[in-house]
T-cell receptor, first 112, second 109 residues
Framework: DARVTQTPRHKVTEMGQEVTMRCQPI?????VFWYRQTMMQGLELLAY????????DSGMPKDRFSAEMPDATLATLKIQPSEPRDSAVYFC??????????FGPGTRLTVT | KNEVEQSPQNLTAQEGEFITINCSYS?????LHWLQQHPGGGIVSLFM???GKKKHGRLIATINIQEKHSSLHITASHPRDSAVYIC???????????FGEGTQLTVNP
């Protein structure tokens, strides 16, 4: 049963700390997306990769956020330094050639 | 004006009722997705469609490209259908999705 996995599922951290979220896409999928969901903004795209290359990261605050795909089985999203307004659920999704996207369970981040 | 608008925002129904959720968009798209998000937070893709109609069990999704409109129908609704239903469109170029604000559906027994 192939699925997208994300770690950690929950993270509580203090303002100013670095946060790293990890995503393992479904094997064979070549497109990986990072989304953020808040009560105020709903779901929004932060960045996405195709064949490990970043295609669009315009939704991501560049000064503190970074997204990478060190290899085809791992995508990371880092926030440094974290701020309370970064508190949200971060979803990773993977897909193949623009077809359906499969969402991971999300990482619930709380920055105090 | 948002690129993707859903109606209604909230919908309460009695078990067994036929339900319709609407989605209108203003940009050229290559595909439209319907997603379901349960109270636990997980997101499931229900449909991806670019024309016509798709059916899966009690769920039916239709799209009219000329009118830039899609509908999600649920027949014989059940309390387990209670969730947020989100419409998302994929622009003609690229893979990014733009999301509607979601429709909170509550089906009472």
């Amino acid at each position: 049963d192939a699925r997208v996995t994300q770690t950690p599922r929950h993270k509580v951290t203090e303002m100013g700390q670095e946060v790293t979220m990890r995503c393992q896409p479904i094997l064979g999928h070549n497109t990986v997306f990072w989304y953020r969901q808040t009560m105020m903004q709903g779901l929004e795209l932060l960045a996405y990769f195709r064949n490990r290359a970043p295609l669009d990261d315009s939704g991501m605050p560049k000064d503190r956020f970074s997204a990478e795909m060190p290899d085809a089985t791992l995508a990371t999203l880092k926030i440094q330094p974290s701020e309370p307004r970064d508190s949200a659920v971060y979803f990773c999704a993977s897909g193949f050639r623009g077809y359906e996207q499969y969402f991971g369970p999300g990482t619930r981040l709380t920055v105090t | 004006k948002n690129e993707v608008e859903q109606s209604p925002q909230n919908l309460t129904a009695q078990e067994g009722e036929f339900i319709t959720i609407n989605c209108s968009y203003s940009v050229g798209i290559s595909a439209l997705h319907w997603l379901q998000q349960h109270p636990g937070g997980g997101i499931v893709s229900l449909f991806m469609l670019s024309s016509g109609k798709k059916k899966h069990g009690r769920l039916i999704a239709t799209i009219n490209i000329q009118e830039k409109h899609s509908s999600l129908h649920i027949t014989a609704s059940h309390p387990r259908d209670s969730a947020v239903y989100i419409c998302a469109v994929k622009a003609t170029s690229g893979s990014r999705l733009t999301f509607g604000e979601g429709t909170q559906l509550t089906v009472n027994p």
